[in-house]
């Protein structure tokens, strides 16, 4: 069953005098449970599919649908909403918050959607996330791969049915990159996430059920593998 069905899809942005096409009628179906990556050179346009995909920005043309409903039919506030509680966003460069500690930032989500923190779950997500000795630092006090473990837990506690990962190893190297990957491939297969990762790492490409690439804001390739 698909989850997400994205059709002619499009974004433009100003550029000075001009005007940049970003994606240029994107069409795509992920089913649920399905691990997908997103490839292509910088500036093709995968992140922006991402973002659109998980209502972070709205699109010049075309609709994403989510569970057959369209999300951009929703306001800002709806939006907004959906984020919280429908999708897990992991970003590059991890988004903390630096005033708050690690588990301030893993719970914020729900705290701002006024749900009460599941602690059996936070508890079990510190550990599976090895930070049961970080829970009061700040990210200033953490490495990169810690910081990144935060933005995972952030993304997974509310147990949403789909992640979207923005390359989520980019900036880490092969030890927690391996560890990061793991994290993510477990919570797809245990909990029958979608899970759609943008990556340069052709070993994380290699995890997946499918990869499709994307140049010039257009789907070159779209391969499922065995």
């Known amino acids: 069953m698909d989850i997400i069905s994205v059709e002619h899809l499009s974004k433009e942005y ?3 005098e001009g005007v940049v ?3 240029d009628d994107v069409s795509l179906t992920i089913g649920q449970g399905e691990f997908l990556a997103i490839i292509g050179s910088s500036g ?3 992140s922006t599919l991402l973002h659109l ?3 972070v920005d709205r699109p010049s043309s075309g609709t994403v649908r989510v569970n057959g409903e369209d999300i951009y039919q929703r306001s800002d506030e709806q939006l907004a909403v959906f984020r919280r509680r429908e999708v897990g966003l992991v970003y590059q ?4 918050i ?3 500690d690690v588990v301030e930032n893993i719970t914020l989500p729900a705290r701002l959607d006024g749900q009460e923190v599941n602690e059996r779950r936070l508890a079990s997500m510190l550990r599976s996330l090895g930070l049961e000795r970080q829970e009061h630092l700040l990210p200033n006090q953490l490495s990169g791969g810690q910081q990144q473990r935060v933005a995972i837990g952030r993304a997974l506690l509310n147990s949403p049915s789909i992640v979207l990962a923005d390359e989520p190893t980019g900036n880490l190297d092969s030890k927690n990159s391996a560890e990061i990957m793991s994290l993510l491939r477990a919570s797809n297969r245990d909990l029958r996430q979608t899970l759609v990762v943008i990556t340069h790492d052709e070993n994380v490409a290699l995890m997946a059920d499918r990869v499709v690439a994307i140049e010039d804001g257009r789907i070159v390739s ?3 593998r065995a």
Do not use: C, I, T
């Not at 460069?93 to 903390?96: E, G, K, T």
């Open 44 to 46: 093709s346009g995968k």
């Open 14 to 16: 100003r550029e000075g």
């Open 98 to 100: 630096p005033v708050l």
């Open 53 to 55: 995909m998980g209502g």
């Open 222 to 224: 779209d391969e499922r």
């Open 93 to 96: 460069f991890y988004n903390l």
């Open 21 to 23: 096409r970003a994606l």
